[in-house]
């Protein structure tokens, strides 16, 4: 009984639709008992009123007019006595075009009701006429005698009609106890089909709550469900797929970071533990600067994760590039190398940030370097689209290789430097987050060529 009653209080979607389908249930069911009660009253009445014009009739046939132009009304025994009861259910009254009074029943000497104007309605009714309840009446002009005559017929509101009142007012007064068992019956039946059609959503809801990061590779069934539901957990299926995916990475990148440090770790350890003399300090130092460059990238990686943008950052490409060449200048030229900054020296305006642009270049520009060979240029060259290439001397990306080489901690000649392999996938990400795309591909007469393309920021045109 409380599971039954929680289904009408619960804030649920069956406790929901329970309610607003037992509302219109309800409604429609007091809307169907008002309409049987409307055409029934509409029906008595037509029907009386077909029975004042017969009746009319039946007495516009026996009134006669004499020569000297007196009317009267002579009835058969029959209808003499129906007019003659003592209850006057049935009453007449015979008038001239003034409205006087001609001939009657039961000695009236009044008109029932006034003449109705030309066109009006003539049915009417007296509310408590001669103590004796309502009467229901016709106003009827007899054809064809001038000058005109009037019949008012009437009859009293126990009519021979009591009857079919009698056992509508019966059934109204003794079948509320069928009509209740009908309302909770088909409250049953609502509440019932509500659960039954939302079933497959709590089965649903069960196997969703059972989905966890131990079992990430599970999805919801999208068979024998409503065509509302099927997006839904076609959508959040999608979901899982890529939390799956992500979540996978995300085991896969500690995984190769624990390995990244644990190896110059352990040999920074040992030689620590075979040192024999102050020489030797400078080859430590140099193991921990490593590790200190593989901290770094991994914090940087973290950070362009993280990385959102806010509507109104603006950056310089021009003035990013020059700064990333300033910055490496020292580099390439203790390597025997040299950076060339080319294109116009117009200032190129994109939607980003500054810092996070820098280090995306940067780590290209570094990845360019690595790969010249001494002697060799690296040109790094922002474009009037919004983009900015740099250029290497080196041997060039092996064309199967140019999806892979984004990939984390993969590098395809270790023996090149001593990165970790997260350069290039740390300035992807940047990429993406600024909604742009790194392009890679071979310069002819050079060697690679990284395209960092962004989307140009549009200027306001001039009033």
């Known amino acids: 009984m409380k599971r039954l009653f929680s289904v009408f ?29 409307i055409q029934y009253v509409t029906e008595r009445d037509s029907l009386r009123d077909r029975s004042l014009l017969a009746q009319a009739g039946d ?12 009317a009267g009304i002579r009835l058969p025994e029959t209808l003499d006595e129906a007019y003659e009861r003592p209850d006057r259910q049935y009453v007449f009254v015979l008038m001239d075009g003034e409205g006087r009074v001609v001939a009657a029943s039961h000695d009236l000497s009044a008109p029932l009701a006034p003449l109705p104007a030309s066109g009006g309605d003539p049915y009417f009714s007296r509310a408590n006429y001669a103590d004796r309840g309502t009467y229901y009446g016709v106003t009827v002009r007899l054809a064809n005698i001038e000058p005109p005559l009037y019949l008012q017929v009437a009859q009293g509101s126990v009519h021979p009609d009591v009857l079919a009142d009698s ?32 079933a ?23 068979e024998n469900l409503p065509g509302e539901v099927r997006p839904l957990v076609r959508a959040v299926n999608t979901a899982l797929q890529s939390i799956e995916a992500g979540y996978r990475r995300e085991r896969e990148f500690t995984a190769n970071a624990a390995h990244e440090l644990r190896t110059p770790l352990a040999v920074l350890k040992a030689n620590i533990e075979t040192l024999s003399s102050i020489d030797e300090v400078p080859d430590l130092v140099a193991e921990l600067d490593d590790i200190e460059r593989l901290v770094t990238q991994l914090l940087r990686l973290a950070q362009a994760d993280s990385l959102s943008l806010r509507p109104d950052e603006t950056a310089d490409l021009r003035a990013v590039a020059l700064g990333v060449a300033e910055q490496l200048a020292p580099r390439a030229v203790a390597e025997g190398k040299s950076i060339e900054l080319t294109g116009s020296g117009r ?28 002697g060799g240029t690296v040109e790094v060259r922002p474009g009037d689209d ?11 990306v092996p064309a199967g290789e140019a999806e892979r080489i984004f990939q984390r901690f993969v590098r395809l000649k270790p023996e090149n430097g001593r990165g970790a392999g997260l350069g290039l996938s740390i300035a992807r990400r940047i990429a993406v ?4 795309t790194i392009e890679v591909g071979r310069e002819p007469g050079r060697g690679a060529i990284f395209t960092l393309r962004l989307p140009k920021l549009t200027q306001p045109k001039p009033l």
């Open 9 to 37: 209080t619960s804030s649920s979607l069956t406790a929901q639709l329970t309610r607003r389908m037992l509302v219109i249930a309800a409604a429609s069911f007091v809307l169907l008992l008002v309409i049987l009660q």
């Open 59 to 70: 007495l516009a046939a026996y009134v006669s007019v004499a020569a000297d132009g007196s």
């Open 167 to 198: 056992l509508v007012a019966e059934f109204l007064e003794q079948s509320w106890v069928f009509l209740l068992a009908l309302a909770l019956a088909m409250a049953v039946v609502i509440v019932w089909t509500v659960r039954q059609s939302l």
């Open 200 to 222: 497959p959503l709590t089965r649903l809801s069960v196997m969703a709550r059972g989905i966890g990061p131990s079992s990430l590779d599970r999805r919801l069934p999208e």
């Open 347 to 374: 200032p190129l305006p994109v939607r980003g940030n500054g810092d996070f642009l820098a280090l995306a270049l940067r780590n290209l520009v570094e990845n360019a370097l690595t790969h010249t060979p001494p």
């Open 386 to 396: 919004g983009s900015v290439a740099v250029i290497d001397d080196g041997a060039g």
């Open 433 to 436: 987050v600024h909604g742009g």
